[in-house]
């Protein structure tokens, strides 16, 4: 007969064998399916861009994921600039240019010194998308925003028209953590409120940012207010600590002033 031991023994083999080959089989999956993932990220980052330069309805229209990368391919060129001069950054691809990851950097990021969007940190680099017609015309120029809402950070693509005034759309594509409470902050994907933000303009003629989130029918009504979300007023007072934040000085301040002056043609 086998002692207690013995058994014990033999059953901690077994165990110990069993989490072995499944951490095996875990990580072998892990590094197997990353390169799938990552893939699929850009393709729905892609997607949500030309959404933005309303080149895809994502809600109503079916394209397949070739036909997502050729028209990205043909339509789209994304660009890194330094947030610190507002000049394009030559030698990075900003298709695989990942901010989130640059901002967990200390060596290329910092902190900001007036963090209304509560982003924590912030790469030294960025992102713009320059969209072009089949006749290589810009017509589209959008900037990555994100902030905290509610319940998570919102990530959200604002386009613009060339003049870097006019808003074209706004759309906001993810959110980091629990996500915002559907019906209430999630209306921020809702088509109709969307669609309150286009043609409003960001500026004043001063050159102030002037655009509001208010729940002011007199200002909202105006072409520098959109309607808050009813019912969600800390999300939209993110949408708004987003705008003020990503437009002003430690966010893209100098590539739109820059591109103002010509910048971008």
């Known amino acids: 007969m086998a002692s207690n031991k013995d058994s014990f023994g033999r059953t901690l083999f077994v165990v110990v064998g069993l989490c072995l ?30 959404e933005a330069a309303n080149l895809l309805n994502v809600k109503s229209e079916a394209m397949s994921k070739q036909q997502i990368l050729t028209t990205y391919d043909k339509y789209v060129q994304a660009k890194v600039i330094s947030l610190a001069t507002g000049d394009f950054v030559e030698g990075i691809d900003g298709n695989n240019f990942d901010m989130d990851k640059a901002a967990r950097d200390p060596n290329k990021s910092f902190v900001p010194e007036k963090d209304i969007a509560s982003v924590k940190r912030v790469a030294n680099d960025a992102v713009v998308y320059l969209v072009h017609d ?15 809402g509610l319940w998570s950070t919102m990530y959200a693509f604002l386009a613009l028209e060339p003049d870097m005034n006019t808003i074209q759309n706004l759309v906001y594509y993810d959110f980091s953590g629990s996500g915002e409470t559907p019906g209430l902050g999630g209306e921020v994907q809702n088509p109709k409120w969307i669609a309150k933000w286009h043609g409003k303009k960001l500026f004043n003629n001063k050159g102030e940012l002037a655009i509001q989130v208010t729940k002011n029918p007199a200002i909202a009504q105006t072409e520098y207010g959109v309607d808050a979300l009813s019912g969600a007023t800390l999300t939209s007072n993110g949408v708004q600590h987003s705008l003020e934040f990503w437009l002003g000085k430690e966010g893209f301040e100098k590539f739109i002033d820059k591109a103002r002056d010509g910048g971008l043609s």
């Not at 089949?134 to 905290?148: F, Q, R």
């Open 134 to 148: 089949e006749a290589g015309t810009l017509k589209t120029v959008i900037l990555p925003i994100k902030g905290y």
């Open 21 to 50: 080959i499944c951490s095996i089989f875990v990580s072998t999956a892990a590094v197997v399916l990353k390169p799938i993932q990552q893939e699929n990220k850009l393709l729905d980052r892609q997607k949500y861009i030309l």
